[in-house]
């Protein structure tokens, strides 16, 4: 029995591999600009629209990692990039995850801009502030998209944003969840933006208008994210602290089949390799080990025990209810799940 249950812990590992790394719809179809700020604020799209750092600190981000994250003071913190795109973008995507501080009192800045000229003129902007999240052309102006949402309600903790625009039609998403679609006709007039600004507006008075908070992974598409992508993005987090927790948890894992496998007095490799049997065939060379998990996975696990296991461990291991599987929960969840219970 113990042998099993260990057999267990190796296939719900492989099965959640598997199961984050190849449930994902492809978000890199399209995609112009991506800027993880793992460290530094690189183009990682390979389009080489690079952004520099002025002011703006790199701090930990929504799991916890530093140096992965920038956090920007709401004086004059910006970050800057080449412009992205040649006119008003459409189709066009932006996609971020946003954190502003509890104290802060209100916002009112571009999270993605194309500006610089000294008319003031900017496009393909996407402004946040205290009521409202707005896609905006200027010029001509006046024909801005908006939603209206009370922001107050995601200070202190990290949310998702994604804008997407095509034709007469722009869509609001927050954590995933269409918030509005608005009709929008208003087609940019003015004179070329000369950079791409990042928490900040930079017109014919200077830099204002500064974020205050953090922002990490934007993504700029030249087409629309559709829903079950904007899921994969928002997902992938899960998926990542998934894959860091068995990664990171071996260990424990191991130590606990290891307290399995000596109390039931079974050693699963023979040191010489040889196999030997007295009739209940507790020895085992690799290869044979090998079978042994080959068989259980064809005679275990169909599909419908597979869903059920991720199911279990989804509805388990959420011990705090935030939604997210960390180190911790996740080892828990697949101990108990395997029958290994740990001291």
């Not at 700020?37 to 790199?58: P, Q, R, T, W, Y």
């Not at 920038?70 to 971020?96: C, K, M, N």
């Not at 040889?274 to 507790?282: A, Y």
Request: charge should be negative; include cysteine.
């Amino acid at each position: 029995m113990k042998y099993y249950k260990f057999l267990n812990v190796l296939l719900l590992v492989s099965i959640l591999f598997g199961f984050t790394k190849i449930s994902h719809a492809d978000v890199n179809d399209g995609l112009v600009a991506y800027y993880p700020f793992n460290g530094n604020a690189k183009d990682e799209s390979g389009n080489g629209k690079d952004g520099i750092v002025e002011g703006a600190s790199l701090t930990s981000d929504k799991k916890g990692i530093s140096d992965s994250a920038y956090r920007f003071d709401g004086i004059d913190d910006r970050i800057s990039a080449p412009t992205i795109f040649e006119g008003d973008q459409d189709p066009f995507t932006l996609s971020a995850w946003l954190f502003i501080d509890k104290e802060v009192d209100s916002v009112n800045a571009p999270i993605f801009i194309e500006c610089g000229h000294f008319d003031g003129a900017h496009r393909n902007s996407i402004w946040i502030n205290s009521n409202r999240i707005t896609f905006d052309q200027f010029y001509p102006g006046g024909g801005s998209a908006s939603l209206e949402i009370d922001i107050n309600n995601l200070h202190g903790k990290w949310f998702h944003v994604v804008v997407t625009k095509s034709q007469d039609l722009v869509s609001f998403f927050i954590n995933t969840e269409l918030m509005a679609t608005v009709e929008h006709t208003e087609t940019f007039s003015g004179n070329t933006p000369q950079i791409t600004s990042f928490g900040a507006l930079l017109n014919d008075q200077g830099w204002g208008y500064f974020f205050n908070g953090k922002i990490d992974e934007i993504r700029i598409y030249d087409r629309i994210l559709f829903e079950d992508e904007i899921n994969t993005l928002y997902n992938e987090e899960c998926a990542l602290m998934y894959q860091q927790g068995f990664e990171a948890g071996k260990k424990e894992l191991n130590i606990a089949v290891a307290k399995a496998v000596a109390e039931a007095t079974v050693h699963l490799i023979n040191p010489d390799g040889k196999s030997v049997s007295d009739g209940t065939k507790i020895l085992f060379t690799q290869e044979e080990l090998n079978n042994e998990i080959t068989n259980a996975t064809k005679n275990l696990y169909t599909q419908m025990k597979v869903n059920e296991i991720i199911s279990k461990i989804l509805t388990w291991g959420d011990t705090n209810s935030d939604g997210k599987i960390g180190l911790e929960e996740a080892v828990k969840a697949l101990l108990i799940t395997s029958g290994v219970h740990p001291d």
